[in-house]
């Protein structure tokens, strides 16, 4: 008996867990998508221009004066950012101080702007920022543009390296304090440190607070998740992964309307943290794991737990309900415990494959999911307008992918997905000049990696053992993080050339997607338990991609591992006997391998 079973009898997804995903789960979706993607906003870099001293008095009433006087165009009409023509601009003064406003505006097509082109140079005095979208941004405070505009870039990338980091640690610290304080510990310290980076007075000590902003971001939202998966029968885990994603969407498309309404960097970062403090009012709702309890050997509490659960269902629970718990709980608990290690992720020879291939792929969604979702203030237009449709375009494939995982399976939905994604980056090469199918590709492909982001989890839980899923599962998720780390110096080589972030995160998408097909299906398919029966499930290949792998019943992979125990023992008593009888050891060999390979016929 296992812990289903006991969840069954207390109500494996009653109105206790619907309270507990409702009031803990969907808020708890807010942090992570606030605090990962505000930055966009709070960092944005806006039009800027050469700051002519001397033609400061014209450049209110008189800028497009101002600019064709002092910065040169590009050959598209552009005015450039980060140079200006070299003139005698005191001259030029003078000359303008004696004009009427009528002749000034006709100067556009006097000698004055007439200038030679190679008289160019680097912006000599600052910047002016065009502040119709964003009065004020980290950007414009501490003019991070031009030669300084890779700061922005390393913001980003240490905010990736943060994730990192913390998730790496919150693995440790949420088995070992347990899910709900190990959340409330690392929410905690991300509204604070975000709050606290409003108040930054330079750009180190905000790259510094963003940084431990970056280490609770990729966690904040597992230990809720983790608790809700645990508080379910495995029949509603789908469900509970599909309203986590969706929650996450509507956070995306929340904070757009945030942006919308809030402006100002400083008031900004205030809006998305101190309303969070909000979510401690639910911390005497949200209970301890059950199964964590039980794992680390706190029986009782775990008892009381499912007690309280029982009521709220409204299950019966007679006066011998904890005794009678206790006693099948504890018969659960294993007589002796293995510790495995990342190691055993890579003996066998189909376990290795297949985790280096759910790796390549989580490598593959992590790096453009982040990527495409930073991507979108540089598509042009309304940079908020952007960002909401990046949001609001997952929502409908998450509400498909319910029935979808169900009926059509786990493998060519993440094939599909992926494969369309990737397709959609890659033909904006072809639409440079086209904003509006620039952007109707963009929204394809952030469908597609949306709708792959949500099954990839899925698919590695199931085809992970028991023994090892949340250990490959947590390695295959740390190994992708370092796609945020690098992601963010892809988009800031597309600065030169707009498409080539998209022509390289759909590159990786497709490389990935058909990676896929060498992943089994797993849909209707009894879970491994030992590393022994993970290895017994072959793995699939392109050229029958389209017949669906013949996955071994559970008693199919056990006596496939008895006969291989078997063989074993009998080639190691044989090989002792003829070595007693002096044998030599060539000729052992090859009698203890005949044994070997006539028993082997049997799986």
Known sequence: MDFDEVLKEVG?????????????????????????????????????????????????????????????????????????????????????????????????????????QESIVACQHGWHYDRSMYPSTVVQEWNLVCSSSYYVTLALVLFGLGGLIGNYVFGYLVDLWGRRPSFYAYLLLEIVACAASAFAWNYYSWLGLRFVVGLTVPAILASPYVLAIELVGPDRRVFCTIVSNIAYSLGLVLLSGVVYLVRDWRYLTLAVSLP?????????????????????????????????MARVNGVHVSRDFVERMQQRLVRTQPAETTHYGILDLFRGTNMRRKTLIV????????????????????????????????GAVELPTYLLLWPGLSYFGRRWILFISMLVG?????ATVLYQQQAEVMLLLYCIGKMGISSAFVVLPLLASELYPTVVR?????FSSVVAMTGPIFIPIINHMGQQMLVLPLIVMGALLIVGGFASLFLP?????????????????????????????????????????????????????AATVYHRVGIGAPATCKIVCSICKKEMRTL
């Open 276 to 308: 969070l403090l909000m979510l401690f009012s639910c911390f005497f709702v949200l209970p301890e794991s059950p199964r964590w309890l039980i794992a680390v050997g706190q029986t009782k509490r775990a008892v009381r737990i499912l007690k309280v």
């Open 521 to 573: 299906e797993t849909r209707g398919r009894n879970l491994p338990q030992t590393l022994e029966e993970g290895e017994a499930v072959p793995l699939s290949f392109l050229l029958c991609c389209c017949v669906e792998s013949q996955t071994p019943s559970r008693s199919q992979i056990h006596n496939r591992a008895l006969a291989r125990s078997r063989s074993r023992m009998m080639a190691e008593e």
């Open 359 to 390: 790796t390549l792929i989580w490598f593959a969604n992590t790096s453009v999911y982040v990527g495409l979702s930073y991507y979108a203030p540089a598509l042009g237009g309304d940079e908020i307008w952007n960002f909401f449709l990046a």
């Open 470 to 474: 949340g250990l490959g599962m947590s």
């Open 12 to 116: 494996a997804f009653g109105l206790y867990q619907k309270i507990i995903i409702c009031s803990v789960l969907l808020p708890a979706a807010l942090p992570c998508a606030f605090h990962a993607y505000s930055q966009l906003f709070i960092a944005a870099t806006p039009k800027h221009w050469c700051r002519i001293p001397e033609l400061e008095p014209w450049t209110q009433d008189y800028l497009q004066l101002v600019k064709n006087l002092s910065i040169p165009r590009d050959k598209h009409g552009a005015y450039a950012e980060c140079s200006m023509f070299v003139r005698n601009y005191s001259e030029i003064v003078r000359y303008l101080e004696y004009r009427t406003p009528y002749e000034l505006q006709r100067e556009q097509s006097s000698r004055l702007l007439k200038v030679d």
């Open 422 to 426: 990737g397709v959609a980056c890659v």
